[in-house]
């Protein structure tokens, strides 16, 4: 074992500890303020088994996991080719950059409202907030992407008479592939933090749900249980996108493919 | 000018673009409005937004005027971005300079950096109620990690001629990160407070629509209860209004820096 991974070990363990003995033995944190270790395996117990805000714990990840999936493919289906599109042509681009310049200072958060006005508070409502908040990632990148492509790699690709499709297929998406992926990588992120918005401000089930009523019933083991969940389940779909990404972008090192 | 793009504009075409893009989306906005394709409710004209926001300017909505609102927003955004500012920048050098540091505070910082910062939102509630303290740990928990992030990374790709420079004339380590990784780092530090105020200001507005009695996140949810799409888009616009204001700011701070030559 490295040096590094030892003593991060240590360092969560001494946490871990100090954990435990400022609320449970020694008792300086009060149960009410933050939950003691017992007070989270209880919480999560109860939620897996008998069930916590209208489900039970598998219940609401399927749910805020598959809505989380959902809008960001809407958003990145939408807005790479939107990228790509004002990336390759000056028509588009002037076109659509005024309208985006417009829409885009405004946080994504900042849609939660409207989007429960228009469509309630059930799935739809979050798919179009998310979409919002991943499109912008998602466009801005595939457009720095194609607008930083070697130019010797177009001229090449031009004095060789690739047809426009082939060029697309073969030239644009790879050479912008690795800015898509940090497009994409920026968007999964803005999806999780709008969705665990959307669903405290109003949701039927979903992880932002269980903390949205821990809160009301104050319940600092079960607003622990649904923030670890948040990380967790985060930190997995990040995982298999970077997976994704080494997979797919196997002509470049790894070194490179991450600045 | 990038090859990918053959056709060239001229500056009259893409303003003439941009206009014609503009007045498309303007038109279209008005059609379904007006046409009644969309609830009028729903989807007030453009120009009825426009006038609700200048009503609002004068007349309070849910306790206050949009001005009261936002200041009160953006004294908390105040308070949440300078305090994560104060900690990340010094603890991202310190981390940088110190290696213990950087492994003692790098496996929390990368366990923690998972939980959306919205996500405090019932614990900031739980521990500081609606006063102040509760909106800002969600700015904190929006505007420290970039802050960290980028102080950390121009730290560590400082040249090392100019540490051993510094450490061969017997330079002590506080003097080194003060005068040494801070102006070297300097121009990271600023694009990660460009982030950081970004994603402050955002995880405020979340925050306010949550759990708060003023500001404009508060205002937005009164307007939604009321079902008043007016006041709601009005408070989107002055919402991206005041973002732009602090990316200008941060942006002249950035220029300045570099101008300076301390980039």
Redesign the interface.
């Given at each position: 074992m490295s040096?590094?991974s030892a003593?991060?070990?240590l360092?969560?363990a001494t946490?871990a500890l100090v954990w435990y003995l400022t609320t449970m033995p020694l008792e300086w944190i009060s149960p009410?303020?933050?939950p003691s270790p017992l007070d989270v395996w209880d919480a999560l117990r109860q939620v897996s088994t008998t069930g916590y805000a209208n489900g039970v714990l598998y219940q609401h990840i399927v749910h805020s996991v598959s809505l989380v999936v959902l809008g960001f493919l809407v958003a990145a289906g939408t807005g790479v080719p939107l990228g790509l599109l004002m990336?390759?042509?000056?028509?588009a681009?002037?076109?659509?950059?005024?309208?985006f310049l417009?829409i885009r200072?405004?946080?994504?958060?900042?849609?939660?409202?409207?989007a429960?006005?228009?469509l309630g508070l059930g799935d739809a409502a979050k798919i179009m907030v998310i979409w919002f908040a991943a499109f912008v990632p998602s466009v801005i990148n595939s457009y720095t992407g194609?607008?930083t492509?070697e130019?010797a790699v177009?001229?090449a690709a031009?004095m060789l008479g690739t047809p426009r499709r082939r060029f697309v297929r073969e030239v644009?998406v790879p050479a912008a592939a690795p800015m898509i992926f940090t497009g994409l990588r920026l968007s999964l992120q803005a999806s999780?933090?709008t969705l665990?918005?959307a669903e405290?401000?109003g949701a039927i089930y979903g992880l932002?749900k269980i903390?949205?009523v821990?809160?009301t019933d104050?319940y600092?083991g079960m607003?622990f249980v649904?923030?670890a969940c948040?990380?967790?389940f985060?930190?997995v779909t990040?995982r298999l996108l970077a997976e994704l990404e080494t997979r797919s972008l196997t002509w470049i090192p790894l070194a490179e493919a991450r600045p | 000018m990038?090859?990918?793009?053959?056709?060239?504009?001229t500056r009259a075409?893409?303003l003439?673009?941009?206009?014609?893009?503009?007045i498309a989306?303007l038109g279209l906005w008005s059609f379904l409005s007006l046409s009644g394709v969309v609830p009028h409710q729903?989807l007030p004209a453009p120009h009825e937004v426009a006038a609700r926001f200048v009503a609002l300017t004068s007349n309070p909505f849910a306790g206050a005027t949009l001005q009261q609102h936002l200041a009160s927003s953006a004294l908390r955004f105040a308070y949440g971005f300078l305090l994560g500012a104060a900690i990340g920048i010094p603890l991202g050098l310190l981390m940088g300079w110190f290696r213990?540091l950087d492994?003692?505070v790098?496996?929390?910082f990368d366990?923690?950096r998972?939980?959306?910062?919205?996500?405090?939102?019932?614990?900031a509630?739980?521990?500081f109620g609606t006063g102040i303290g509760g909106p800002i740990l969600i700015i904190f928990a929006g505007a420290f990690p970039p802050c960290l992030i980028n102080a950390y990374r121009g730290a560590r790709f400082v040249s090392r001629p100019l540490i051993e420079a510094a450490q061969m004339l017997g330079t002590g380590n506080l003097r080194i990160i003060v005068e040494v990784l801070l102006p070297a780092s300097t121009a990271s530090i600023v694009a990660g407070l460009r982030v950081s105020a970004?994603l402050g200001?955002?995880?405020l507005?979340?925050a306010e629509?949550?759990v708060a009695s003023t500001g404009v996140?508060f205002m937005?949810?009164q307007?939604?209860l009321d079902?008043s799409?007016t006041t709601?888009?009005s408070?989107?616009?002055a919402?991206?209004?005041v973002?732009?204001v602090i990316?200008v700011a941060l942006r002249a701070l950035e220029a300045a820096v570099r101008r300076r030559g301390l980039a």
């Open positions: 040096r590094r003593i991060g070990l360092t969560i946490l009410g303020r933050f990336g390759a042509s000056a028509r681009e002037a076109l659509i950059n005024p309208i417009l200072p405004i946080p994504p958060l900042a849609w939660i409202p409207l429960i006005l228009w194609v607008r492509i130019p177009i001229e031009r644009l999780w933090t665990v918005a405290l401000v932002g903390l949205n821990a809160q104050i600092p607003i649904g923030m948040v990380a967790i985060g930190w990040t | 990038n090859p990918v793009q053959s056709h060239v504009l075409e893409i003439g673009y941009g206009a014609l893009g503009l989306f729903f213990v492994e003692i790098t496996p929390l366990a923690l998972f939980v959306a910062p919205i996500a405090w939102v019932p614990f509630a739980l521990w970004g200001w955002q995880s507005i979340g629509l949550i996140g937005m949810v307007a939604q079902i799409t709601v888009m408070a989107m616009i919402i991206g209004l973002g732009v990316d």
